[in-house]
């Protein structure tokens, strides 16, 4: 398969995981849909890696994925304290630093 | 043969991001992201990046999931639709959805005329020549070489980012405001005798004195 076809799913998938961040009101799905959108950016790394053989988008797919880990920790944080403090779990409620 | 592997794990990819976003219960939004994520992980081993994949699976597919169901199942799904409960379907509500959905198909076509419209020859190719062995392209060895000689700073970053993280969750999610009088701690053991009550009890961590 030429390389095109896995940018072309990774372009789907980006654009799936947008559609959800901006759709979707529950902050649990909106860290998912945030994950999609990382997955798509790492597919196209590795498939740029492959197509110069050069291994440096697989150790930058690496990091992106560190980092998506650090954000699912504190997202999943932040939405365990939203809990514990009764407020809604839905980002539309959520609107205490508007004006 | 690597056609119809690749075909069978990008409709996985597709079918679970759809998945996520389609489906009303998050749990079952998880579930499709397991799906997704092990179906990338294909992925990832055609393209040669077999560590990368290997990552995938153990690290997301395995670790991160959990974390996501143990949320989910501690928050519940009957809180999530409490603010449709509140509002209902109202016209702004599908309205801003219908937009949602608009905004995220011109983005598609804006990446995917960007991604292949571009001048790259490179990218009609299968990829650059690969030759098996125990530390070509992909392989650990050859990811272990790169990370702690050339990237040695990125992947320094990333412990301490992890570090960072794992702290800041902790402090976000404590409790605050100390435990009730109902959570008090049975003998155990005849060891407990000798050492002060809230040793090794959550009291310890909130500061409440016995």
Not at chain 1, 32 to 46: K, S
Not at chain 2, 165 to 192: I, M, N, S
Request: charged share 15%; glycine share 12%; proline share 4%.
């Amino acid at each position: 398969m030429s390389i095109a076809w896995y940018l072309a799913v990774s372009a789907i998938v980006f654009a799936l995981g947008a559609v959800g961040v901006m759709t979707r009101r529950n902050p649990l799905v909106v860290l998912l849909c945030l994950e999609l959108m990382l997955n798509g950016g790492n597919l196209a790394l590795i498939a740029f890696s492959r197509m110069w053989g050069n291994g440096d988008g697989q150790i930058l797919a690496l990091v992106v994925m560190t980092v998506a880990a650090c954000e699912v920790c504190i997202g999943l944080g932040m939405i365990v304290a939203l809990y514990r403090r009764r407020l809604p779990i839905d980002v539309d409620e959520l609107r205490e630093l508007q004006g | 043969m690597s056609s119809v592997l690749f075909f069978l794990a990008a409709a996985g990819v597709i079918a679970g991001a759809i998945g996520v976003v389609v489906l009303r219960d998050p749990f079952y939004s998880v579930l499709a992201l397991v799906a997704h994520l092990v179906s990338l992980a294909v992925l990832f081993l055609l393209l040669r990046a077999e560590f990368v994949a290997a990552a995938q699976v153990v690290v997301y597919a395995g670790a991160v999931m959990v974390l996501y169901v143990f949320v989910v199942a501690y928050v519940g799904s009957e809180s999530a639709s409490l603010g449709e409960r509140l509002r209902g379907p109202g016209p702004v509500g599908s309205g801003l959805r219908l937009a949602g959905a608009v905004v995220g198909a011109a983005l598609l076509v804006e990446i995917s005329i960007a991604l292949l419209g571009t001048g790259l020859e490179a990218v009609e190719g299968k990829g650059a020549g690969y030759s098996p062995g125990p530390q070509t392209f992909g392989t650990p060895a050859y990811i272990g070489k790169l990370l702690l000689t050339r990237f040695l700073l990125a992947f320094e970053m990333a412990s301490f980012l992890l570090l960072i993280a794992a702290v800041g969750a902790v402090v976000l999610a404590r409790r605050r405001h100390g435990l009730g009088d109902d959570e008090e701690r049975e003998l155990l053991t005849p060891l407990d005798l000798l050492r002060p009550r809230e040793t090794g009890t959550m009291a310890e961590g909130v500061g409440r004195r016995p």
